[in-house]
């Protein structure tokens, strides 16, 4: 007979031994892992301060001073209540305020430079300026003979004559073109412009193309483009226009692009009747150059691109750069256009003298903003 009993004692020690084993196991498994925890928090310890260390020694390190302005910006503290903010130290202040303020300090200074230097200043425009309130800004710089020569387009000639028939509106930059076109209403940026004033200029300009024609005819004389703008400034005959004071005080006012605009809409039609008109735009080209190569020194003021500003440029590579520039404009220069580029991309061409003929002095600038802001702002501190 088989015993079942000690079959079964046996089974039991088996289990008993297995489980020992098991607990033996577990707990051998339990030290390790907190061994090995303690090993890994001892090396991420370690490792913690090495890159606190690298880290630190990035960024935490000794410099040098650096010399100059400190960066400091107007104390409205000190503003006296019963006189009010001072604009001219608020101004002053943007010298040491950084970015495009301090750009506009520094044009500043070179203007007044240029007044003191007494040289011979280019105004260039674009058209979309005599347009804004900017028009009675260079109306005041003509009449009191503060500049020698401007260059703008045919939008800059013929809307400061237009002007003189009737005033532009403020508008919306979001007014509907389509609507505005229905109501025979013409927008540029925020102010609108009655298509009936190109009307009136048409009804103004037309007499002046047949006295022209009339004297082409008779005496084979063909007219420059700057001819033609004196004497419609002296036609005009109104106080309120830029060309009229350019007429009385003889600034030339040279446009290359003269045709671009209602100028060459009414040309386009003049012709219909009259074909062999004709103006000379060679003769322009050659007394601007001329002007410019014999004068003693040259300051250029740009505010926008475009054509006006090559031309101006262009002529003072005759002489081997202007000696002063200040640019004022939006643009980027990533796109490679003349109209955008700062000046010493016009150093490279010989427009404008490098600063080591200056004497390492700064000599150009350009400040990037709006100049329906800025302009008024340099004219007040520097032409008044």
């Given at each position: 007979m088989?015993?079942n ?14 489980i ?13 892992k907190d ?8 090396n ?9 260390q690298i880290?630190?020694k990035?960024?935490f ?10 960066i400091k910006?107007?104390?409205?503290n000190e ?27 520094k044009s500043?200074?070179l ?6 230097e ?5 105004l ?14 260079f ?7 503060k500049?020698?020569?401007?260059v ?5 000639i013929?809307e ?7 005033d532009?509106k403020?508008?919306?930059f979001?007014a ?39 004297n ?12 033609l ?5 002296k036609?005009i ?25 209602s100028?060459?809409?009414i ?6 009747k009259?074909?062999d ?10 007394k ?14 740009l ?15 005759m ?18 256009a ?11 061409w ?5 600063e080591?003929d ?5 000599n150009?600038?350009k ?8 302009f ?9």
């Amino acid at each position: 007979m088989v015993n079942n009993n000690n079959n079964n004692n046996g089974v039991e020690i088996e289990k008993d031994n297995l489980i020992k084993d098991n607990l033996i196991k577990d707990n051998q498994g339990e030290q390790n892992k907190d061994n090995q925890g303690e090993q890994n928090k001892d090396n991420q310890g370690e490792q913690n301060k090495d890159t606190e260390q690298i880290a630190r020694k990035n960024i935490f390190f000794d410099s040098e001073e650096v010399e100059g302005l400190s960066i400091k910006g107007y104390d409205f503290n000190e503003v006296d209540k019963n006189a009010g903010v001072d604009y001219e130290k608020l101004l002053d202040s943007y010298m040491c305020t950084g970015f495009q303020a301090t750009h506009f300090a520094k044009s500043v200074k070179l203007i007044n430079k240029m007044i003191k230097e007494k040289v011979s200043i280019y105004l260039g425009y674009t058209s979309n300026l005599v347009t804004s309130g900017l028009r009675d800004v260079f109306r005041y710089l003509a009449e009191n003979g503060k500049i020698e020569v401007i260059v703008t387009t045919a939008g800059g000639i013929e809307e400061d004559f237009i002007k003189c028939f009737g005033d532009f509106k403020l508008g919306e930059f979001s007014a509907s073109g389509e609507l505005l076109n229905k109501n025979g209403v013409n927008r540029t940026g925020n102010i609108f412009i009655p298509n009936s004033r190109y009307c009136e200029f048409e009804d103004f300009f037309i007499p002046i193309l047949e006295k022209v024609y009339e004297n082409q005819k008779k005496t084979g004389e063909i007219i420059s483009v700057s001819e033609l703008i004196k004497i419609m400034g002296k036609e005009i005959n109104n106080k309120e226009s830029i060309y009229y004071w350019c007429y009385r005080n003889n600034i030339d006012v040279y446009c290359p692009a003269i045709i671009d605009g209602s100028i060459g809409d009414i040309i386009h039609f003049f012709q219909y009747k009259h074909p062999d008109f004709k103006l000379d735009i060679a003769n322009d080209i050659h007394k601007l150059n001329e002007y410019t190569i014999t004068r003693k020194k040259t300051g250029i003021i740009l505010l926008g691109g475009g054509i006006m500003k090559h031309h101006i440029l262009n002529s003072n590579m005759m002489r081997n750069g202007a000696d002063y520039s200040i640019y004022i404009n939006t643009g980027e220069e990533w796109d490679g256009a003349d109209s955008n580029a700062r000046p010493d991309e016009a150093v490279s061409w010989g427009k404008i003298k490098s600063e080591s003929d200056k004497n390492s002095e700064l000599n150009s600038i350009k400040v990037f903003g709006d100049a329906t802001i800025l302009f008024p702002l340099i004219v007040g501190k520097c032409f008044c």
